[in-house]
Structures are given as structure tokens and as C-alpha cells.
């Protein structure tokens, strides 16, 4: 059986799972179930929240480049987050991913701003993606553009997030779920 996670509506706060009889049940996007599916294990449901937060005006591409550096922050920093390794009937093993659904949000540039803001006020882990960074080619790079600018003067394009649900949620407040 597979699981579908898909967004419904505007609100983006309500998720889809199929069960083994084929019925559809709304859940939320913080469970998960057991890895025997849906009908064989109580849901597990997390304290937490991984967000991202995108700016609204990226393309595509940046989109997907700007995800990807801002999560890997995330899973090198907190390790709590990353689950245990994985490992095929074939007994081939793979990479431990996150423990946990990663939502996917965007945003104005104003958004941003003022989610990066609440982010510092919450001290919550976090990770910035600047603009400036589309034109650096390397770590040491990226790293002198971002501390070259003040903290109110950074031009974000990213933001992610992870911390208590509720806290998390007010971090992203005004922002909307990734289409």
C-alpha cells in the first residue's frame, strides 16, 4: 500500500492517507504511521516541526536549490531529526533521512523577513539562504556573503525552521503552504 501526503484547499493543514481498504481519512501532516502502514499501527504524531520557508518570486530550480541547502543545515545541526538508516529486502542499506514530514512553505520577501525575525526572538534552529548566494560557487563563499550583511539587511530567499509545533507555526504565521 502506499501513502499519499497531499495537500487539500487553501489551508494546506490537512493531509491525505489512504488505508488498505481504499477509503480515504484526513490526517494531519505531523503523523506518520508505523511501517506496517496505517491499519497496523497507531500514528505516531511529533511534537515537533521541520518548515521551510520559500520566497514566493524563485524560480523553479532555485526553489528546489534553495531546499535542499536549507534542510541539509538542519540535518547536520540537529540530530535528533534524522531517523534511523534504511536498508532494502536485499539488504543493500541507504542514508538515514529525516525522522519527520518536512512542510514546504512560501512567502513575500516582507514574510520572510518577519519569520526570520520571530525565528531569532524563538532561538530556533534555523538556516538562511540568501540571495546573494545564487552568485557564490562554494561554502567558504556563501559563508563570507551572509556574515558581510547585517542581520536586518539580509536578502532572503530561504528560511527553515525546527522547533516546537506551535512555536514553529507562529515563526511561519501569514506565510502559505508550498503549491
Do not use: C
Given at each position: 500500500?502506499?501513502?499519499?501526503?497531499?495537500?487539500?484547499g487553501?489551508s494546506?493543514?490537512?493531509?491525505r492517507?489512504?488505508?488498505s481498504?481504499?477509503?480515504?481519512?484526513t490526517?494531519?501532516?505531523?503523523?506518520?504511521?508505523?511501517?506496517a502502514?496505517p491499519t497496523?499501527a497507531e500514528?505516531?504524531r511529533?511534537?515537533?516541526?521541520?518548515?521551510v520557508?520559500?520566497?514566493d518570486?524563485?524560480e523553479?530550480?532555485q526553489?528546489?536549490?534553495?531546499?535542499?541547502?536549507l534542510i541539509?543545515g538542519?540535518?547536520?545541526?540537529v540530530?535528533?531529526?534524522?531517523?534511523?538508516?534504511?536498508?532494502d529486502?536485499g539488504?543493500?542499506?541507504?542514508?538515514?533521512?529525516?525522522?519527520q514530514?518536512?512542510?514546504?512553505f512560501e512567502?513575500?520577501?516582507?514574510?520572510l523577513t518577519?519569520a526570520h525575525t520571530?525565528?531569532?526572538?524563538?532561538?530556533?534552529?534555523?538556516?538562511?539562504f540568501?540571495?546573494d548566494l545564487?552568485?557564490?560557487?562554494?561554502?567558504?563563499?556563501n559563508?563570507?556573503?551572509?556574515?558581510a550583511?547585517?542581520t536586518?539587511?539580509?536578502?532572503l530567499v530561504g528560511?527553515?525552521?525546527?522547533?516546537?509545533?506551535?512555536?514553529?507555526?507562529k515563526?511561519?504565521?501569514?506565510?502559505?503552504?508550498?503549491?
Amino acid at each position: 500500500m502506499q501513502e499519499t501526503y497531499k495537500t487539500e484547499g487553501g489551508s494546506g493543514r490537512q493531509s491525505r492517507a489512504m488505508s488498505s481498504d481504499n477509503t480515504q481519512g484526513t490526517v494531519s501532516p505531523d503523523t506518520v504511521f508505523g511501517d506496517a502502514g496505517p491499519t497496523a499501527a497507531e500514528p505516531v504524531r511529533f511534537d515537533t516541526r521541520i518548515a521551510v520557508l520559500l520566497r514566493d518570486d524563485l524560480e523553479p530550480w532555485q526553489r528546489l536549490n534553495v531546499t535542499a541547502f536549507l534542510i541539509s543545515g538542519l540535518g547536520t545541526s540537529v540530530p535528533e531529526v534524522v531517523g534511523e538508516p534504511y536498508e532494502d529486502a536485499g539488504g543493500v542499506p541507504y542514508l538515514p533521512m529525516f525522522r519527520q514530514p518536512v512542510l514546504i512553505f512560501e512567502g513575500s520577501k516582507e514574510t520572510l523577513t518577519v519569520a526570520h525575525t520571530r525565528a531569532l526572538t524563538r532561538a530556533l534552529p534555523r538556516a538562511v539562504f540568501t540571495a546573494d548566494l545564487f552568485s557564490t560557487g562554494n561554502d567558504r563563499d556563501n559563508r563570507a556573503a551572509v556574515r558581510a550583511v547585517p542581520t536586518a539587511d539580509l536578502d532572503l530567499v530561504g528560511l527553515a525552521v525546527y522547533g516546537p509545533r506551535n512555536g514553529v507555526d507562529k515563526v511561519l504565521k501569514g506565510a502559505r503552504m508550498h503549491p
